[in-house]
């Protein structure tokens, strides 16, 4: 990659050299990135989903590749709070803002992780709501509108950091969760979170993860989190981190068509973890071709018309557009 001139983006105040963010989950807490000189191309990096008490992580096996993309069910093993926040953190220097991830099995614990985080060296707090409540029934905290907006408002009353709630497509209605995290002072959104599914093992016909079901990460699911992407854009006015099978620059372009301020790299980064240097580059090359000072400027711009069409809709509680049945 030579230079990142036009690709900058600002996101809840976040100055990203790139838009391209590492997923939470696919890239640890960067070490072995650094390491391996892969950081070059990449904005931020988000950090493993952090958990109040260290955790072990569902039986094995827990990773299963499909021609379509990638089902896991690594069960948030990471070593806890205290380890994170004591002795990875501090040694981290990765020259680029780190955001950190955040699970709890209550309400309380997501506000007590928030409070850990206040006083760490992270840019932003990712809340990923796809954990199951324990306290209600396992649930999902991101299932409903209500139970988004006790969570994100209990996390925002315990950090001044920036919050980003990160939503998954296992709930009622993608749109109406978004708006209950909007209301309840998110700072931005990231979309979406691996979609439940499972695989049976061909030679022995049994469950393959060892969890019986996981989540389906990769190019399946491009055309299921770009729908979210829409729909989320059209009904807030929040920045929208967009995830879910990015792996080309053309990506990266049709997410921010459909209204992502920039995207998360997550499967790809498994399979090549020297892309985002690649896609960077490749973006500064395609934001030339598509005569545009800055490619932010292609920011919702599928949603001014349809295909041929230029010019990027309003956003912001408007119509529901793109929700037809079949
Ligand atoms: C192995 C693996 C581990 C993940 N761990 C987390 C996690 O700890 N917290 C989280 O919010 N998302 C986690 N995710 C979800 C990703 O951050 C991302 O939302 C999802 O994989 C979709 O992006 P992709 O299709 O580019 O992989 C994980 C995904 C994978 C594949």
Not at 80 to 85: E, F, I, R, T
Not at 162 to 182: H, P
Not at 216 to 244: E, H, N
Not at 291 to 303: F, T, Y
């Amino acid at each position: 990659m030579n230079g990142t001139s036009g690709i900058e983006v600002e996101v809840a105040g976040l100055k990203l050299r790139t838009p391209l963010i590492a997923c939470s989950g696919c890239a640890g807490f960067g070490s072995e990135l650094k390491r391996i000189g892969a950081l070059e191309g990449l904005g931020a990096l988000c950090l493993k989903g952090l958990t109040l008490e260290p955790r072990s992580g569902n039986t094995p096996p827990r990773l299963w590749e499909m021609p379509s993309g990638l089902l896991n069910s690594i069960g948030l093993e990471n070593p806890g709070a205290q380890k994170v926040l004591g002795e990875i953190l501090p040694g981290l220097d990765l020259g680029i803002p780190l955001i950190a991830n955040i699970a709890g099995n209550t309400y309380e614990e997501f506000a007590r992780l928030a409070y850990l985080l206040d006083s760490v060296p992270v840019e932003a707090i990712e809340v990923n709501v796809s954990c199951p409540n324990v306290e209600e029934g396992g649930r999902i905290f991101g299932a409903d509108p209500e139970s988004v907006y006790k969570t994100v408002s209990l996390v925002r009353g315990s950090t001044r950091k920036k919050l980003f709630v990160k939503l998954s497509v296992a709930c009622q209605d993608v749109a109406d969760v978004a708006m209950a995290a909007e209301e309840a002072g998110a700072d931005a959104l990231s979309l979406i979170n691996t979609v439940p599914a499972m695989a049976i093992d061909p030679i022995t016909l049994k469950p393959a993860l060892g969890n019986v079901s996981g989540g389906l990460s990769g190019p399946a699911i491009k055309p299921i989190a770009l729908l979210a992407v829409w729909k989320v854009y059209r009904v807030t006015r929040l920045p929208i981190i967009g995830m879910g099978g990015v792996a080309t620059a053309q990506d990266v372009l049709e997410f921010m068509a459909a209204g992502a301020s920039c995207v998360g790299l997550g499967s790809q980064l498994l399979r090549d973890p020297y892309s985002p240097a690649r896609i960077a580059g490749e973006l500064v090359e395609l934001r030339k071709r598509l005569n545009k000072d800055q490619l932010k400027e292609i920011v919702g711009c599928a949603h001014g018309g349809t295909s041929g069409s230029t010019g990027c809709g309003s956003r912001g509680r408007g119509p529901r557009s793109g929700t037809a049945c079949t």
